[in-house]
C-alpha cells in the first residue's frame, strides 16, 4: 500500500474532522412557516384608486417669498442647525435622471439631489461631502412619499391609518411630486415656487408600438402609473371618458412606487406606462427596448418641493436658494446636464409668489 504523502495526510486529516463536524452539527432551527406573497389579480398591482373631488383653491404654486424670510421667526430653521444638526429629505432612488443610487459609488445622483445638496449647503454655510451626517437623504416610494412629511393632517393619518407602517418624518420631499389643490387638502402641505414643468407621456415595449398614438389606441390594455399620483387619477378620467363614449376601454393599473411600472411592463404584465416624460427618459435610457411615444397629454403641470404648512421659514428660505440657483445659471445647467436628451421638455418655470 502506498504510503500518503505529508501532504495528503493532512488533508485527509482534515477531511476527517470536517465529516465528523458535520456529523455532531446542531440542526438549525427551523423558520416558522410563512404566509404566500400577495399576488394581485393584475400581475402584483392593484386597481387604481380615484383620488376624492377637493374643493377649489388658488394656485398652489403660488409660494411664499423669501423677500420675508427676515421679517418672521424661523423655529423649523433654528431647528434643523442648531438642534437636530440634521436635513431630512425624502427622495427617489427610483426614478433615473431624478434621484437614483449610482451602482458604483452608493451615492444618490440627479436632478434633484443636486438641489438638495445646493440648499444643504446654504443651509448650515458650507459645502457638505456625500457622507455628512447633517444631510440625511430618505428614499420614498411614490405611494408613500408625501404621509412622511411631518405635518397634522399626516399624524393623523397615521393614527388612522396602520397599513401606512413605520414613516420617517420629513422635512421635506422632492421627488417630482406634482403641485395640486388635492395634495395641499389631503396631507397639510405647502408647496415651493415650482422647480419643473411636468408633461405626461406613453412608453410601450419595442413592436407594440406601431399604431399606437395615445391611450384612445390602447382600448382593452394595461396602462400603470404610480399610485396617488396625478397620472393615476388621469387614467381614470380617461378611462370614465372611453366608457362615456362606448369606446374599448383603457385598464388603469398602479404601484406603489413607478419604478415598478417598467418591470411590469418587460414582464408583459402590462401594456404602457403613463407618467411625467422626464421619468420615462430615464426607463428608456435604462431599458433601450422600451419605446417613449411622441404622445403627450394636453394638460401639463408644475412639480414643486413639498413642506408641512407648519414650516414657512424652511419654504421661504429654499425659495430664496432656487431664486439663486436661477440667477447664477445653476438649475438650468443641472437641468440641461439630466435631461438635455429629452426632446421637447418644457422650460424650467419661473418663481411666483404670495406675497413681495
Known sequence: MRT???????????????????????EPAPRP????????????????????????????????????????????????????KRFVVGVSQTAPLFSRRDLATGELVGFEVDIVRRIAQELFGEPLQPDDSRLRLVTMPTGSRLFAVDTAKNREARKQRPELGELPNLDMVIADVSITCGRVDTYGLRYSAPYLTTTTGLMVRTGDHHGVNSPD?????????????????????????????????????????????????????????YTDVLILEGFRLQDPTTVLLDYRAPRTGEAGIAFSDEDQDLVRFVNGVLDRMRADGSLAAAYEKWFGTVPGRKPIPASRYLDP
Open 217 to 273: 389606441d390602447l382600448g382593452g390594455r394595461k396602462i400603470c402609473s404610480g399610485t396617488a399620483t396625478t397620472n393615476s387619477d388621469e387614467m381614470i378620467e380617461f378611462r370614465d371618458r372611453q366608457r362615456a363614449a362606448g369606446k374599448s376601454e383603457v385598464v388603469p393599473v398602479s404601484v406603489n412606487d413607478t419604478s415598478e411600472c417598467l418591470m411590469l411592463l418587460q414582464r408583459g404584465l402590462v401594456d404602457a406606462i
Open 33 to 84: 412557516n410563512r404566509s404566500a406573497p400577495v399576488i394581485w389579480p393584475e400581475g402584483y398591482t392593484e386597481p387604481a384608486v380615484h383620488s376624492p373631488p377637493v374643493r377649489a383653491c388658488p394656485d398652489p404654486g403660488r409660494s411664499l417669498s423669501p423677500a420675508g424670510l427676515e421679517q418672521v421667526r424661523t423655529p423649523t430653521l433654528n431647528r434643523i442647525r442648531n438642534e437636530d
Open 4 to 26: 500518503p504523502s505529508p501532504v495528503r495526510a493532512v488533508l485527509l486529516a482534515l477531511t476527517a474532522v470536517l465529516v465528523a463536524a458535520g456529523c455532531g452539527a446542531v
